[in-house]
């Protein structure tokens, strides 16, 4: 079966860049297993959340990583704090301020690094604005911001597909998307990237939702 056409990346009023029903659709005709995940979890409900800064998203990944949510936002907040009035610190700030006083305010040396670095490149264009990357495809915009110290490929995934609405991504290292994989798929051992991978060409264009759905089969 061909794969339908994509409709065009774009502003939809749900903010994602394709139509979710068609995209099930074609899901559930590719594959019929993954069609069953699809009717045992229901609608489709995920929407992109929306963001008005690609560096501030970059930011709080960083300050985010190895961290619960609760500490991350404890930490977050303290290094805000640091450029009040400011809602939030720009690029030029973080490369102005002193590593001492960021990891003062609970950074680890190698997140202070990465926020630095982060600032540099957003300043010599490697990072580019949100309404710039919204037009780039998904590898280049990969290419460019794995170039980040301490930005890696799964970072950047999880933002194609909660931040920008992408269809057609499917992050092989994702650990519940694997332990998603082998529920759906009868697998005893967590399936590798490679059988993932194989199996994931029956769902292009929507990878993306599909790996939505490896994530629901957890909950159920």
Known sequence: MAAPDLLPVGPRADGLGFDPDAACRHLAEADP??????????????????????????????????????????ILGRVIRLFAPKR????????????????????????????????ARALDGTVPSLSRVRRMEDEEIIARLTAVRGIGRWTVEMLLIFKLGRPDVLPLGDLGVRKGFAQTF?????????AMSRRGERWRPYRSVASWYLWRALEL
């Open 33 to 74: 297993a993954m069609g069953e995940l699809i009717a045992r979890v229901g609608l489709f409900t995920m929407r992109p959340e929306p963001s008005h800064s690609l560096f501030q998203v970059l930011v709080r990944s960083i300050v985010y990583q190895q961290l619960t949510g609760k500490a991350a936002a404890t």
């Open 88 to 119: 939030f610190p720009t690029r030029h700030d973080l490369l102005e301020i002193s590593p001492e006083r960021l990891r003062a305010a609970g950074l680890s040396t190698a997140k202070t690094a990465a926020l630095r670095d982060l600032a």
């Open 186 to 194: 009868g697998k005893r051992k967590l399936p590798e990237p490679a």
